[in-house]
């Protein structure tokens, strides 16, 4: 079963702009952190950027901060990543993550995965 549904991907020009959305089910939508991570081929999976459904802060990798932002809108139970001013190093496969805690930006964090949507930026 599905518990991470992720939409949104696809391909765009430098510059451009994608939004991700990952809608939690069952045991997902009661963890207490949501996450974007992002993975190449040969490479491990990075943290993107993290928030807690608690209200908390959220937080973003240091390599889209001030062009990515991670958002929770809890009517709507759904977390998104508004990736803007892409770059084509930001070409990946972005996955949502759902997890217990600590909120952080490693894998380890999260026991709940989706299936991954690609985003291609080309220059």
């Known amino acids: 079963t599905q518990v991470l549904l992720e939409s949104g991907g696809g391909s765009v020009q430098a510059g451009g702009s994608l939004r991700l959305s990952c809608v939690p089910s069952g045991r997902a939508s009661r963890r207490a952190c949501m996450a974007w991570f992002r993975q190449t081929p040969g490479k491990e999976r990075e943290g993107v950027a993290e928030?807690?459904?608690?209200?908390?802060?959220?937080y973003h990798h240091h390599s889209v901060k001030g062009r990515f932002t991670i958002l929770r809108d809890s009517a709507k139970n759904t977390v998104y990543l508004q990736m803007n001013r892409l770059k084509p190093e930001d070409s990946a496969t972005y996955y949502c993550a759902a997890g217990d805690g600590p909120c952080g930006l490693m894998a380890q964090f999260y026991q709940d995965w989706g299936q991954g949507t690609q985003v291609t930026v080309s220059s």
């Open positions: 928030i807690p459904t608690d209200g908390g802060a959220s």
